[in-house]
């Protein structure tokens, strides 16, 4: 039986760690919610001080 399991939480606390690791523990695979057009735009606004940046991008 197949199983979906979906990791909830605030930005930067660890959720894909947390999946990545438990997929390579049980041999399946992680979906990112995280479009790919956006993962470039997500590393600038991560090198940003201000993490009220992040906050209004992510929101």
């Given at each position: 039986m197949n199983k979906f399991?979906?990791?909830e939480g605030l930005d930067a606390c660890g959720?894909?760690?947390l999946?990545?690791?438990y997929a390579k523990?049980?041999?399946s695979v992680?979906?990112?919610a995280v479009i790919e057009e956006a993962?470039?735009?997500r590393k600038v606004i991560d090198t940003y001080?201000?993490?009220e940046s992040a906050?209004?991008?992510f929101y």
């Amino acid at each position: 039986m197949n199983k979906f399991i979906a990791f909830e939480g605030l930005d930067a606390c660890g959720k894909t760690t947390l999946s990545s690791l438990y997929a390579k523990e049980k041999n399946s695979v992680v979906h990112s919610a995280v479009i790919e057009e956006a993962l470039e735009l997500r590393k600038v606004i991560d090198t940003y001080e201000s993490k009220e940046s992040a906050f209004l991008f992510f929101y």
